[in-house]
């Protein structure tokens, strides 16, 4: 099982008498002692029930630590690449019912980024693809590069995640509970399995991608208290 020594003025990771590392040879490490034995716990947990491997907390933890000045550029442009596609600016035929509830859920987080971040989306009643304000991408950009590495990993795997900028900018903030974000991400999955009855089988990746979207936000709330 894992264990925490410290040396210096960090807390590292013991496991069969070897310093946890990432698959490109980085350490873990944290400063705090309170965050390294919840860390602690959190891996021996997964270890425990072998689910280390297959883990999308591990995949972020390891991601964190791997992030350097050499490729963080990389996936700030992955990040840019997904503005002319937020999920949130591509809604349902306009006098349809899944259209008028994305527009309650939805309108509120485009409003959180037009007054706070001075971004604007255009949005769409159908799936073809509609480019942003070309302004967007220096706003966003300014954004990232203020961010410290546990808010970018934070904000990049929510991203990813939602395919939406607009929901990270707004989890990032703390603007919307966790719970309202995951209702705009899954809101045409379980719109649908609402109105035409539910399919064991979607049922359970809903429920499976559910535990990824919990692991970002652990994973941010954990490591936002560190500071870096």
Aim: with cysteine; net charge positive.
């Amino acid at each position: 099982m894992l264990k925490v020594i410290k040396k210096n003025n960090y807390f590292f990771f013991l496991l069969n008498n070897q310093k946890l590392k990432t698959s490109l040879n980085n350490k873990i490490k944290v400063k705090d002692k309170i965050i390294a034995n919840i860390l602690k716990d959190k891996i021996n947990l997964l270890i425990k029930n072998k689910e280390i491997q297959k883990s999308y907390f591990m995949k972020i933890l390891y991601f964190h630590f791997d992030l350097k000045r050499q490729n963080i550029n990389f996936f700030k442009k992955k990040i840019i690449e997904n503005l002319n596609t937020d999920l949130l600016c591509y809604r349902a035929n306009e006098d349809s019912e899944v259209a008028a509830i994305q527009k309650k859920k939805y309108d509120p987080l485009l409003n959180f980024v037009k007054k706070e971040y001075k971004l604007l989306f255009k949005v769409v009643n159908n799936i073809m693809p509609v480019n942003q304000d070309t302004y967007n991408i220096s706003k966003l950009k300014n954004i990232l590069s203020i961010l410290n590495k546990s808010k970018f990993t934070a904000y990049y795997f929510m991203n990813t995640f939602s395919n939406s900028n607009i929901i990270a900018l707004n989890f990032l903030a703390n603007n919307i509970k966790s719970d309202y974000l995951w209702e705009c991400i899954v809101l045409e999955e379980t719109y649908s399995l609402k109105k035409w009855g539910k399919d064991k089988e979607a049922y359970r990746r809903l429920q499976d991608k559910k535990k990824d979207f919990e692991e970002i936000v652990y994973f941010y709330l954990l490591f936002d208290k560190q500071g870096n």
